[in-house]
């Protein structure tokens, strides 16, 4: 199959998870292909094992069910590598130059969401001055994970803002345009997931993957999100519980769109606490940790654990600076 067919049909799967439903008129336009095209394309993608099903009429358009739908929703890069191979007509074993194979798999791919300078290079303050591209820093990423190396990687959207982690990469996923590092923690002996359009800057450490943290490779990702509660990398649910006049004041804070108490205290009732379901939209786990630090032990976060188990340590880390 040549690249260019191969390429399309990539980019056709990519949009399928995008949208619930997409008409046929809107893929020619975007391929610059027939209609006759679109639908071999299809027809090929169904014979891959992608069930992609059709609806007539003007409200119509291509969807894939449910069921496929969902479990693609979190691509690892070797599932894209993978799902690119089968396309070309060929075993992801046969690639040569895994470097060309994820350039390939890059042009593919939609741009990044919000067409930023992160799409082609990255600006920040670092020694050089000037980051790679994202396609390098993804194959940097990629090499560490397969040689198991322990990373040092520099995160924060601003240079004013920067926290430094020591990381095992364990995957690289590709989840709506956007490119999510998972990994291991093994100072906090936890896992975590970060952006890579927050890693300003990064550097392989000497040290060989202990025996603890090839075991934890073992871990799913989608096992890890289940674990922390989410349904949507975009959005995080926390529900909080205090006194009414901290709730008050955290529920004013920007970071949350949207904010509501859990249960309404009747008269008469114990009004000393009371519970708030707040929702965000915030990466930046260590910005939530400075928020509730602020507010000290007058508020105590029930779910979810993760976070609740970060602010713990977070809290004793900086008991044992003091002792």
């Known amino acids: 199959m040549s690249k260019a067919r191969t390429t399309r049909l990539l980019g056709i799967l990519i949009k399928l998870l995008e949208r619930d439903k997409i008409q046929g008129r809107e893929l020619e336009k975007a391929f610059g292909v027939s209609s006759r095209t679109i639908v071999r394309d299809i027809r090929r993608l169904n014979e891959l094992g992608l069930?992609?099903?059709s609806q007539p009429g003007r409200e119509g358009g291509y969807y894939l069910n449910d069921s496929a739908h969902h479990s693609l929703q979190y691509l690892s890069i070797d599932d894209l590598l993978e799902i690119k191979s089968k396309i070309a007509g060929r075993d992801k074993?046969?690639?040569q130059d895994i470097d060309t194979a994820l350039a390939h798999l890059y042009e593919a791919l939609p741009a990044p969401q919000g067409q930023n300078l992160l799409a082609e290079v990255e600006f920040s303050i670092s020694p050089s001055g000037l980051e790679r591209s994202l396609l390098e820093k993804l194959q940097w990423f990629y090499h560490c994970k397969e040689r198991a190396r322990l990373v040092k990687i520099i995160l924060g959207e601003k240079a004013s803002h920067k926290s430094v982690k020591k990381v095992y990469p364990l995957e690289i996923y590709y989840y709506r345009r956007d490119w999510l590092l998972y990994c291991f923690?093994?100072?906090?002996q936890n896992y975590s997931h970060y952006h890579f359009s927050s890693i300003l800057s990064y550097k392989q450490l000497a040290q060989e993957m202990n025996n603890l943290a090839k075991k934890v490779r073992e871990d799913d990702f989608r096992q890890y999100l289940r674990r922390k509660g989410i349904?949507?990398?975009t959005k995080l649910v926390l529900e909080i519980e205090g006194?009414?006049?901290y709730l008050a004041e955290l529920k004013e804070k920007e970071l949350f769109y949207q904010a509501e108490y859990k249960d309404k205290l009747q008269p008469g009732e114990n009004n000393t606490k009371n519970r708030l379901i707040l929702?965000?939209?915030q990466q930046d786990t260590e910005e939530l940790l400075q928020i509730f630090l602020s507010?000290?032990?007058?508020?105590?976060?029930?779910?979810?654990?993760?976070?609740s188990s970060l602010l713990l340590q977070e809290v004793q880390e900086i008991?044992?600076?003091y002792e």
């Open 279 to 281: 929702k965000t939209e």
């Open 295 to 307: 507010f000290g032990s007058k508020l105590k976060i029930i779910s979810p654990d993760w976070l």
């Open 185 to 188: 923690l093994p100072e906090k």
């Open 231 to 233: 349904d949507d990398l």
């Open 93 to 95: 074993a046969q690639e």
């Open 243 to 245: 006194a009414p006049q």
């Open 319 to 321: 008991k044992e600076q």
């Open 51 to 53: 069930p992609v099903s």
